[in-house]
């Protein structure tokens, strides 16, 4: 097994550690909770434990279903072991019903299905508040190598969603929206990295519509990790 060695970088919600192998990294799931750009902090323990096992099945079903992942293995409650890889620095929000900053940007009513998915890209960069971006602004910025690259990502994110909306529908969750990171790795492959949780996705009750994600946290609506744990327990249902 990879030994963690020194903290290599700390984000928001995750810290990553390089390890004794140069083409592996540890990555830590922490508690803390952030919104609107860190402007909203706080924390829940055993939220990093939760996201840490909820990305860890979702991973495991999208490489069963051909989706190449940076997941290497969970070693512990909080910690898994994934492949060093060039993380592009694209937000990749991907929208099969309209809330959150669409609905603010368009003005679309809050709960609209929207006639297709909408894939759209935010740049990656807390100083300009993770900025909407279209595709030229990815080449002008040279965030990927070519429209290729922004092709594929669109593909793969199609792919995730069409793959995690059935499976989300099996457990009487409505997936609305999810953010999705690539890396290119060593082998010059897209993979997806990152995590998908409820601090990255939309999860409504399927009955109900209950919010069961972080919207609970940015919303002041309370219960948090109950939602994680619920989500967690319909994932493994
Ligand atoms: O806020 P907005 O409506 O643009 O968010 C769309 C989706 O992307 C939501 O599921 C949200 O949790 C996720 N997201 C994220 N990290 C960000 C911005 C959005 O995980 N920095």
Redesign the pocket.
Known sequence: MAKKLNLLYEGKGKKMFNTDDDNLLITEFKDDLTAF?AEKKGSEVGKGALNCKISTEIFHLLEKEGIKTHLIETISEKEQVVKKCQIIPI?V???NVA??????RLGIQEGTILPFSVV?F?Y?NDELG?P?INDEHCLILNLVKNEKDLELIKKIARQINTILVNFFNSKGLRL????LEFGIDSDGNMILADEIS?????FWDSKTNEKL???RF?QDLGNVKMAYEEVLKRILS
């Open positions: 750009n937000e929000i991907t929208r809330t959150g900053s669409l609905t603010k759209e935010c990656k993770d909407l609305i929206d999810f953010k409820p601090d990255s996705c939309r994600d972080k919207d940015r």
